[in-house]
T-cell receptor
Framework: DVKVTQSSRYLVKRTGEKVFLECVQD?????MFWYRQDPGLGLRLIYF???????EKGDIPEGYSVSREKKERFSLILESASTNQTSMYLC????????????FGSGTQLSVL | DQQVKQNSPSLSVQEGRISILNCDYT??????FLWYKKYPAEGPTFLIS?????DKNEDGRFTVFLNKSAKHLSLHIVPSQPGDSAVYFC????????????FGKGTLLTVNP
């Protein structure tokens, strides 16, 4: 079974802090994604990566950056956290051959105070 | 601009009966559709998909129907079981996109014993 592991289940940070959310997958998937889930808004794509060191903006990249130095790891960075970034963050991965079948991690609930 | 709409935030069904979850879309470029299921405290998991060249796809108790002229798809679960209680997300891929899925807001299905 594919396992997508997000480093923290819950995270509380202060406004202005730099925040790192880590995601690791163990099935050699080429593609990795960061989504955020907000009540009444569904899942929205922040960034994705289809190869090491490659990244593409999703629908809502403002205020975020990403890093993919190794194939199995995809990091989401909040350069200066703000209260409107309080959300559930979901990491996902997929194989190039079936890129629409996403495997999600359990999520990180981030609260920015 | 919400391109994938799940107009029913919740649905309650008796065990053994049929559950029908609906999804409407506005973007004519969408050519591949998926359903994901999400339990509390877990990430979404892939359930079933359908290409726009088909109008039906079946997998066990789950069937997805696509009506392209109405820009409408539905997920049928027969018979419904209490373990099916979850949030169901409809998602769509634009033919012009290689990696991006657009998700609906989700429908909470409750199957009562």
């Amino acid at each position: 079974d594919v396992k997508v592991t997000q480093s923290s289940r819950y995270l509380v940070k202060r406004t202005g802090e730099k925040v790192f959310l880590e995601c690791v997958q163990d099935m050699d998937h080429e593609n990795m994604f960061w989504y955020r889930q907000d009540p009444g808004l569904g899942l929205r794509l922040i960034y994705f990566s289809y190869d090491v060191k490659m990244k593409e903006k999703g629908d809502i990249p403002e205020g975020y950056s990403v890093s993919r130095e190794k194939k199995e790891r995809f990091s989401l960075i909040l350069e200066s956290a703000s209260t409107n970034q309080t959300s559930m963050y979901l990491c996902a991965s997929s194989l190039q051959g079936s890129r629409w079948k996403l495997f999600f991690g359990s999520g990180t609930q981030l609260s920015v105070l | 601009d919400q391109q994938v709409k799940q107009n029913s935030p919740s649905l309650s069904v008796q065990e053994g009966r049929i559950s029908i979850l609906n999804c409407d879309y506005t973007n004519s470029m969408f050519d591949y559709f998926l359903w994901y299921k999400k339990y509390p405290a877990e990430g979404p998991t892939f359930l079933i998909s359908i290409s726009s060249i088909k109008d039906k796809n079946e997998d066990g108790r789950f069937t997805v129907f696509l009506n392209k002229s109405a820009k409408h798809l539905s997920l049928h679960i027969v018979p419904s079981q209490p373990g099916d209680s979850a949030v169901y997300f409809c998602a769509a891929r634009s033919g012009g996109s290689n990696y991006k899925l657009t998700f609906g807001k989700g429908t909470l299905l409750t199957v009562n014993p």
